[in-house]
């Protein structure tokens, strides 16, 4: 049980039928929020579709309809989490492909801007408002084997700063949370498929996690602060 923090507070979160994102929910729900989730539909339980969620991809042509209408039945909110993201292959630059930068540039980026798009009058009615976007420590560093997903972290990073600028001209704080590895069952399951390729999760999977088994890139003023170059959050 929680102490009653969020008592009476009106919250969504994106990206929380599992791992990081419903330890958020469940989070907020133990401090005594009413907390609304959206996520894919395929990904939410049948206790959790009963609960008035919104089963949605963010990429889809159809989601900023969507989460707009959903919006409108929930003002005003207080807190909006953008925790939807996905987190593609390990990539160097040469091995880019278009299709799949496309893809998550639309869940990790367009998805977090639309996001704040449609709740953004939610939030300001409230007025104390509050929306969180989901970085992460390589939108400070970088990964030589992430380079997409580090695009993306440093993007939504952007957007935090100027939607903050944006919408605290009617009331409503945005900030970003930029977490290192998290234990989630998703990352548990890349660690052992990396580690699949030679050597054991709790040697070469952490490592790789953590970069230590990269050179530090030049110039990267943040890297002492913010730990190893951790992809997957």
Known sequence: MGAGLLQGRRAVVTGASRGLGRAIADRFAAEGAQVWIVDLPGAM???QKAAGTLGVDLADPGAEAALADFAKTLAPVDAVVANAGEVPPWRGVSAV????????????????????KAFADALAASGRGAAVLMASINGYR???????????????IGLTRAAALDLGRRGVRVNALAPGPIATAALRGRVDARAAEGGSPARRGARRLRGADRPRPHGDRRGRRGGGGAPGL
């Open 45 to 47: 339980d049948p206790a």
């Open 97 to 116: 492909e278009r299709a799949e930068w496309e893809r998550v540039f639309a869940v990790n980026v367009w998805g977090a801007a639309v996001t704040l």
């Open 142 to 156: 970088a990964h030589p084997d992430q380079i997409l997903y580090t695009a993306t972290k440093h993007a939504v």
